[in-house]
Nanobody, 125 residues
Framework: QVQLVESGGGAVQAGDSLKLSCAAS????????LAWFRQAPGQGRELVAS????????YYDDSVKGRFTISRDNYKNSVYLQMDNVKPDDTAVYYC??????????????????WGQGTQVTVSS
């Protein structure tokens, strides 16, 4: 059974940094694409960043380019999201997601992904 467990969320001030972590088990981690999504109140779940399992593929939403960095550690079966210079608009529940082999894009059907339970990030101005 696949398990994705997020941690690292919290309440911060605008301009601060925060690092989210996601520990994975029960999947072929080294050949899985990974991603971070977020869902703000009253809105749909949107792709923030994704990372492939080979060839150094990464994707970032325009709203976080230059501020967020996604990375993975295949020895620790973990994926991370370094969030720098956060803004109030970054307030949301952040979810870790995984998919075998295929890179994760904004139009990837979300019902094909494995999901974590989410971690809340709240940014105050």
């Amino acid at each position: 059974q696949v398990q994705l467990v997020e941690s690292g969320g919290g309440a911060v001030q605008a301009g601060d940094s925060l690092k989210l972590s996601c520990a994975a088990s029960g999947l072929a981690f080294t050949t899985s694409a990974l991603a971070w999504f977020r869902q703000a109140p009253g809105q749909g779940r949107e792709l923030v960043a994704s990372i492939g399992w080979s060839l150094g593929f990464t994707y970032y939403d325009d709203s976080v380019k230059g501020r967020f960095t996604i990375s993975r550690d295949n020895y620790k079966n973990s994926v991370y999201l370094q969030m720098d210079n956060v803004k109030p608009d970054d307030t949301a529940v952040y979810y870790c997601a995984a998919q075998r082999h295929t890179n994760i894009w904004p139009n990837t059907p979300q019902d094909r992904l494995e999901w974590g339970q989410g971690t809340q990030v709240t940014v105050s101005s």
